[in-house]
Every structure is written in structure tokens, then in C-alpha cells.
DNA sequence: ATAAACCCTGAAGTTAACTCCAAGTCAAGA
DNA sequence: TCTTGACTTGGAGTTAACTTCAGGGTTTAT
């Protein structure tokens, strides 16, 4: 499969394809014998598994460290566990400070039925009392 | 309070809080005769409102955004509904990426108890059968 | 009244993650 | 065979969100 099927099939686009192989976020695909790269299913399942954890927000550092300790094989179990761990904790932290927004927004969303939001509305008060013009 | 003591309140470095007012992040805070900044609570108040979206990912244009509109007054409160509708959709659709990775990492974690996660055991060994050495 | 610590601005530098470009090689159809 | 389109690389450019710097003014404590 060529560099641009795989882009199709993934939704990345080329050049992104080229850059994440570069910086070892994928493993570099095999090449046809003029050089050309030619995307398996093993490097597709690669590019497919690391979006998942990109699309999270999951810097691309930490998903090309996971990537390099994989393919280094069961020597870096410990290490793998670890990283994950960490990554865990990463991402419960983000899911409650989306929470926290979640809930300003629909407490928000609910008073503009009626009138401008109060917590806001206090604030621009306060704000506004501070102005001299406007 | 001097910008020193905000940035100690707030936890956002004074720099940062200069950054952020010249963007439009924070509304301008007050100044002393002599042009330095006297931040009041109304500011700070505004601080904490745009850190809470800021930390759940939020873009900084669509907060800076949305307290220019806010500032406007109530002829934005549509405006606004909007943009908080959509900032919404925003953070569900990140919330569900976040749980994907979670399942994929809490899976590896339990497996990892016994050997190496299958998933990534597969492809590495599908990857490992297309490379000449190791 | 002077040194230390703090404040100001505008501009340049940094990092992550792309995105595009130039110049050249390769492959498939008329 | 010649054109057209896709592939290659290295490197430059872009955007978001800081971060640091240069050069100067202000406040405070001794």
C-alpha cells in the first residue's frame, strides 16, 4: 500500500504520515526495492493504535517512548507499566477538569434561558464599575 | 495587588499574566498612576473563570472570545449560547477519546499482570516477521 | 540617596505538532 | 518516449502558547 492509501485509510494526511515516521511514532514501513515505502497491515495497526492515544491528548512524545519500548520487546515490560500508569493518571485528571467546564457550561447554558448568566453577570458588574466610560 | 501577588494567587506566572492580558484573555486590570498594574478582585475573579476552561483544553481564542463577549454586554447573550453550545460538543466528544484510551490502558494493565498486553504482543510480533534482523 | 527588588514594554526565542516547499526520482498511460 | 502524477528527502515556514530578553522606570528599605 502506498503512503497516500494509508493516509486515506487513516485519515492522516501524508506529510503527517512521513513526519510521525521520522520521529519514530510509527515504526518505518517496509520499502520497495527504487525505495518507495510500502504500508503493511502490522504498520497500519501501528498508526491506528497510536491515534487512539493521540486523539486523547496524550503528547506524541510519550506515545513514540511507549512505541520504542514495545518494539524493544518483554525486557521493558516494567517500563511500559509504568509509562501507562502515569499516562493513566494524566488522563483522569484531564476527564475532571472537562468535567469542571462541562458543568459551568450547562449551569450557563440553563440561566441563559431566563436572563445573563449571574456568575458572569456579577463579574462584568464588578468589572464595569472599575471602568470610567462604557 | 501587584501582578507578583496575582501570580502567586492564581498560580499563572507574572509573565504569563501579562501574556494573557495583552491577548485579551483577562480584561486589562486597573493601573496606579505611575502605569502599574493593580490587579482587584473583579480581574482575578475573571483569572480563575478562564483558567477552569483553559485547563480542561479549551483554546485560548475561544475563551479570549467569549469574555469579549461577555464584556459586551447582554446584546452577545446569543452569541455567547452559541459558542458555549459548541464548546460543549467539544468537551464530550474529548471526554469519549479520553475514556477510549483509558479502556485501551486499563486493558493493557491488566494483562501486563500476566505477560505482555496481546494487542501490542501482536503487532510486534507481526512487525517483528517483516524485518531482517531482530 | 542609593541599592535591591519590583514594575513596564516591545520584541525575539522556544516547543510541539504540524505543513509546505524545492529539487529530484520513479511509475503508468497515450 | 514523453507526460503526468506520485514518490523521495532535507529543510523552511506556521500556529498556539508560552518564555526570555533588553532596556528602562518605580518603590522600598537601609
Same mark, same amino acid.
Given at each position: !500500500?502506498? /503512503?497516500?492509501? +494509508?493516509?486515506?485509510?487513516?485519515?492522516?494526511?501524508?506529510?503527517?504520515?512521513?513526519? *510521525?515516521?521520522? /520521529?519514530?511514532? /510509527? =515504526?518505518? +514501513? =517496509?520499502?520497495?526495492?527504487?525505495?518507495?515505502?510500502? @504500508?503493511?497491515?502490522?504498520?497500519? $495497526?501501528?498508526?491506528? @493504535?497510536?491515534? %487512539? @492515544?493521540?486523539? $486523547?491528548? !496524550? =503528547?506524541?512524545?510519550?506515545? %513514540?517512548? *511507549?512505541?520504542?519500548? +514495545?518494539?524493544?520487546?518483554?525486557?521493558?515490560?516494567?517500563?511500559?507499566?509504568?509509562?501507562?500508569? #502515569? +499516562?493513566?493518571?494524566?488522563?483522569?485528571?484531564?476527564?475532571?477538569? /472537562?468535567?469542571? $467546564?462541562?458543568?459551568?457550561?450547562? *449551569?450557563?447554558?440553563?440561566? *441563559?434561558?431566563?436572563?445573563?448568566?449571574?456568575?458572569?453577570?456579577? !463579574?462584568? #458588574?464588578?468589572?464595569?464599575?472599575?471602568?470610567?466610560?462604557?
Amino acid at each position: !500500500m502506498t /503512503i497516500k492509501e +494509508a493516509a486515506e485509510k487513516t485519515g492522516v494526511s501524508v506529510d503527517n504520515l512521513r513526519f *510521525y515516521v521520522k /520521529i519514530g511514532l /510509527i =515504526p518505518a +514501513a =517496509p520499502r520497495t526495492s527504487s525505495g518507495i515505502r510500502n @504500508f503493511d497491515e502490522a504498520t497500519l $495497526s501501528w498508526v491506528e @493504535f497510536v491515534l %487512539r @492515544f493521540k486523539r $486523547s491528548g !496524550m =503528547p506524541l512524545e510519550t506515545i %513514540r517512548r *511507549y512505541v520504542e519500548l +514495545a518494539l524493544q520487546g518483554d525486557s521493558t515490560k516494567q517500563e511500559r507499566k509504568e509509562l501507562l500508569l #502515569a +499516562a493513566k493518571e494524566d488522563l483522569l485528571k484531564k476527564q475532571e477538569q /472537562i468535567q469542571e $467546564s462541562l458543568d459551568v457550561i450547562n *449551569y450557563k447554558l440553563d440561566t *441563559y434561558e431566563q436572563k445573563c448568566g449571574p456568575i458572569t453577570a456579577e !463579574m462584568v #458588574a464588578a468589572w464595569k464599575a472599575k471602568q470610567p466610560s462604557e
